[in-house]
């Protein structure tokens, strides 16, 4: 489910007919296309003080698995942009199987439930949803009440649990609500981790080639400067784009090539030519590992799990700043405390150099480079997760977002993914768990690599809603609202059949558009800048002492400490 917010404009103003801003509730039933009825339905006696927390965090397996996938989704890019890989298109693994890749390719069904005409962010009004949905929805068997998910964008599931969590003292199960499990769907999840990559690599830059802002400004993507929260659809194709140049780039510094045109006779081995597609995708994976390797990978994500398994037998040595008045002898652990002491104390005022003292030793560009080809190919491989329905790689990817959620700022949805990780390893019963991990993609057409998010296809049918109440102009009331939000599946599938009996070609819903021209610019201006071949002392303008490791900020103890806090407040809730 989710907020429908509305504005109705009146023209003919009055006492009794002022516009109004209606804040109302969509929800629809989905239904699954992974069985669960033959996993356990017992839920687990485990005691969550004792919860592992690696289980929650990135490990060595996990790092070792996305390598194997930035493999996989760099081969499609050498084999498309690059003229001495084009007869590798039948080694190329264009989907990523997993367990359920026939049933993802399968199309969804779903069941538009109507509109509950109350305002989520009204206490009172979302006891009354969850009331109902729990009379109306929940499954019952002589046992009692039975499982239910319930998702939505993560304000949605946080108020929704919280609610819940407030009936917990209550004396029956169906008083406490017990059976609803409340998730927050990935379309919203993902948008933040784009607003992460915009936060950490955007900045007005144009007299620094090769930025995310100089390119685009270089291929006249304007709209993408908006950034993912105003523009998402726009950013996300940018970063695409980008992330091809940039790894394009990175390959032909390695190879040694002059321009992606090169055709090198001895690169390919001539057995290699002419073997079966398996034997020639185990050598251009090879190939491209060697890149990966080098260029993409990002080793600092499991610094967290090994940090926080291995405590240092050390304390932590804290900055020092002693007082620079003479004859005073006070130390100070923050540059700023120090400041304002000796400015009060003794009316001392040190000039500072405005400018960072920057390590001449490093390429700053070469890292700022890697570091965001690195954190792209994540966001691309959680893209392609979606799009394949693959449950187990979307939630062994959110380990990683956790990391990032915590150390840019978004505590709401680090606690949440947190807590997602928590309910999947301890507390959910087998058969939820499977279906929390497996039952969060939708599809409208079938087909393989087709998948959206749930929350996404929700959004979808919101706009499609709002043109029918819009049309209803002064006629919009609860009554004609309601009747119209029952009905939106059917009219939706008439109007598909009657543009096809037309030959009316509607929308598809995915646009694909040729990226191949703006990638191929983007690398030309790489390639000319040089940023794979390290040359200490370079520098960003805009991005001064640039490291690559994106998780420096992040206090690895903190997070631990955090984390078992967590863990003690969740021990009394019902999880």
């Known amino acids: 489910m989710d907020n429908l917010d509305f504005f109705v404009h009146r023209h003919n103003q009055s006492i009794d007919n002022s516009n109004r801003s209606l804040h109302w509730i969509h929800h629809i039933a989905v239904k699954d296309r992974i069985s669960t009825h033959h996993i356990s339905n017992i839920k687990p006696t485990t005691d969550i003080q004792r919860y592992n927390l690696a289980l929650s965090l990135p490990q060595r397996s996990t790092q070792a698995l996305m390598c194997r996938e930035f493999i996989v989704l760099a081969t499609r890019m050498l084999n498309k942009h690059m003229a001495v890989f084009e007869s590798f298109g039948d080694s190329v693994v264009h989907h990523i199987p997993h367990e359920y890749s026939s049933e993802m390719s399968t199309r969804s069904t779903d069941f538009p439930s109507g509109l509950y ?40 599931e946080a108020n929704c649990r ?12 169906e008083e406490r609500m017990e059976g609803m499990h409340f998730k927050f769907e990935d379309w919203h999840a993902i948008r933040v981790l784009f607003e992460i990559h915009h936060k950490i690599f955007f900045k007005e830059s144009a007299k620094d080639p090769g930025t995310l802002f100089a390119n685009m400004t270089k291929l ?26 940039l790894f394009l780039a990175a ?33 251009f994976n090879r190939l491209t590992a060697s890149i990966v390797d080098k260029y993409v990978l990002l080793p600092d994500i499991t610094e967290a799990t090994e940090a926080a398994s291995k405590p240092s037998a050390t304390p932590i040595q804290k900055n020092k700043f002693p007082c620079r008045m003479e004859g005073c002898s006070r130390i100070f652990t923050y540059f700023k405390s120090r400041q304002t002491h000796e400015i009060k104390t003794h009316n001392l ?31 691309l491989d959680i893209l392609d997760a979606v799009k ?34 928590v309910q999947m390893n301890a507390t959910l019963t087998p058969q939820v768990a499977h279906s929390l991990k497996w039952n969060r993609f939708w599809s409208t057409r079938g087909g393989q690599g087709r998948n959206i998010p749930l929350d996404l296809h929700l959004e979808h049918l919101n706009g499609f809603l709002k043109s029918f109440l819009k049309g209803l102009g002064p006629n919009l009331n609860e009554t004609s609202a309601a009747r119209i939000s029952r009905t939106i599946g ?14 009316i070609s509607g929308q598809t819903g995915a646009h694909h558009v040729d990226m191949t021209k703006d990638i191929l610019t983007l690398v030309d201006t790489l390639q000319e800048a040089e940023f794979f071949k390290q040359q200490p002392g370079r520098v960003y303008a805009a991005f001064p002492g640039f490291r690559k490791n994106l998780l420096a900020k992040l206090d690895h103890k903190a997070l631990w400490n955090w984390m078992m806090l967590k863990l003690n407040e969740w021990r009394i809730l019902p999880l």
């Open 388 to 421: 394949e329905g693959d449950g187990e790689r979307l939630m062994r990817l959110y380990t990683v977002a956790l990391l990032f959620y915590k150390a840019y700022g978004h505590t709401s949805y680090a606690y949440s993914t947190f807590l997602l990780t």
């Open 349 to 379: 005022v040190v000039p500072t150099d405005s400018k960072p003292i920057i390590p001449t030793h490093c390429d700053h560009k070469y890292e700022h480079t890697v570091a965001r080809l690195g954190f792209s190919f994540i966001l």
């Open 162 to 173: 919280n609610v819940q969590w407030g009936f917990s003292d209550a004396d029956t199960e």
């Open 220 to 245: 006249r993507c304007s709209n993408a400067k908006s950034g993912p929260r105003a523009a998402f659809n726009d950013y996300r194709d940018f970063v695409i784009k980008d992330t091809a140049a």
């Open 490 to 503: 059917v009219v939706k599938e008439m109007m598909a059949v009657t543009d096809m009996e037309l030959g």
């Open 251 to 283: 390959a032909i510094e390695h190879l040694g090539f002059h321009h992606v045109t090169d055709r090198p006779e001895s690169l390919i081995p001539e057995h290699i030519k002419e073997d079966s597609p398996e034997a020639r995708r185990t050598w």
């Open 117 to 156: 005409f109350k305002d989520e962010n009204k206490i009172n009004d979302l006891v009354e949803v969850m009331r109902h949905i729990q009379q109306e929805y929940m499954p019952k068997d002589p046992d009692g009440a039975q499982h239910l998910l319930i998702g939505g964008d993560r304000l949605t």
